[in-house]
C-alpha cells in the first residue's frame, strides 16, 4: 500500500470529526504546527479526494427515532432494478448489494415500529423482492461517518515544521 497520507494527516483528519466547524487555527493549535500546514493539508486531501466535506443529518431530530436493517433476498435477474428502486425511498439512507444469503443489505431510518411494518411492506412490494429479514438497531455506537483507516495505513510525519 502507498502511503499519500501521513500521521499528522490522520489527526488533522480525527479533529475534522470530531469538529467538522474547527477552524485551520484551532487544529493547528491543537497539533502544534502552522495554520497554514492544516490549510494545506485539509485543501490537498479534499483535492485527492481522501476526504469528503460534507453535512451530517441528524435523523433524531427530525422525528426518525427508529433504525432497522434490512437484508433481502432478490432475483438475481432483477438486482439492478430493485437496487434502484429501494434506492428511490425516503426512507432508506444505506443501500449495498451483499453476498452470502442475502442479495441487498438496507437500512432504514423510520418515525416508529408502525413506520416499520409499513416500509417492510413496501419493499416487499417491489417486484423482485423474493424475502426480507429486518433487524431493529436499538442503538448505534459507532457510525460510518465516524471510521478512519487504522493508523498503520498512514505514512510517517512528513517533517513539516512545528510551531514550537
Known sequence: MVHTLDKLDRRIIR???KNGRATGAEIARQLGVL???VRNRI???VERGAILPT???NHKHFGYQTAVDVFCEVDISKMEEVGKAVAQLPEVN???YSTGDQDISIQALL???DAVYEFVQKLASIPGVRRTKTVLVPRILKNTYEWTPPEADFGEYDGELPLK
Open 15 to 17: 479533529l475534522l470529526q
Open 35 to 37: 495554520e497554514r500546514t
Open 43 to 45: 485543501n490537498r486531501m
Open 55 to 57: 453535512v451530517v443529518v
Open 94 to 96: 444505506y443501500i449495498a
Open 111 to 113: 418515525e416508529s415500529s
